[in-house]
């Protein structure tokens, strides 16, 4: 099993552009989550999928989109893109809301 | 609002000896705590889960303890070693209504050294 992958690894944006981070995961986990994590801050979490075709929002939602079209695939997309967006992601995957697998991370630098 | 509190002074010790992190919240009784580690530049690994009706739970040289009335959990690494380096994190459920929102510590950083 591969786990939980997430591409790209880096990305650099201009403020005001869009783009989509990638999450998969082959274990057949229904629970599924996207993360960020700032200095300081801690991990916030930003969507949730508790099985395809069913999202729900986070504590810091705002300026994010996500869509759960099947069980392994949770993409994140960024609609305009913020510098105070800069900040690294993490996905994770879950048979139930507890014991979280998560990927290795996307470093995202806003300028 | 809920609150978790964790150490942010990193916690030093010598190899061997036992390292106790403390993990406390306000506002709250969650149904049950989470404890990752994080090593730099990685994604969490989950460690162990304890329920709210569970005192303490164990896992090889990892004890975890939960209590309510405290509102505190603290995780113990027994006979530490330098490979027990790590940012560990605790987690709790702040959902309500069935919803799920786990909510993170920001982590306490344990150096063990030789």
């Known amino acids: 099993n591969a786990g939980v992958t997430q591409t790209p690894k880096f990305q650099v944006l201009k403020t005001g552009q869009s783009m989509t981070l990638q999450c998969a995961q082959d274990?057949?986990?229904?629970?599924m989550s996207w993360y960020r994590q700032d200095p300081g801050m801690g991990l916030r979490l930003i969507h949730y999928?508790?099985?395809?075709?069913?999202?729900d929002q986070g504590e810091v939602p705002n300026g994010y989109n996500v869509s759960r079209s099947t069980t392994e695939d949770f993409p994140l997309r960024l609609l305009s893109a913020a510098p105070s967006q800069t900040s690294v992601y993490f996905c994770a995957s879950s048979y139930s809301p507890y014991e979280q697998y998560f990927g290795p991370g996307t470093r995202l630098t806003v300028t | 609002s809920q609150k978790i509190e964790q150490n942010s002074e990193a916690l030093n010790i010598q190899e061997g000896k036992t390292a106790t992190l403390t993990c406390n919240y306000t506002n709250y009784s969650p149904a049950y705590l989470q404890w990752y580690r994080q090593d730099p530049g990685r994604g969490p690994v989950f460690l162990l889960l304890i329920r709210e009706n569970e005192k303490e739970k164990r896992k090889e040289r990892l004890k975890v303890t939960f209590d309510t009335t405290l509102k505190q959990s603290l995780f113990h690494i027994t006979a530490s070693q330098p490979a027990d380096s790590a940012t560990y994190l605790c987690a709790l459920d702040f959902g309500t209504g069935g919803s799920y929102i786990p909510t993170f510590g920001r982590g306490t950083s344990l150096i063990v050294h030789p």
């Open positions: 999928s508790v099985g395809a075709g069913i999202t």
């Open positions: 274990m057949n986990h229904e629970y």
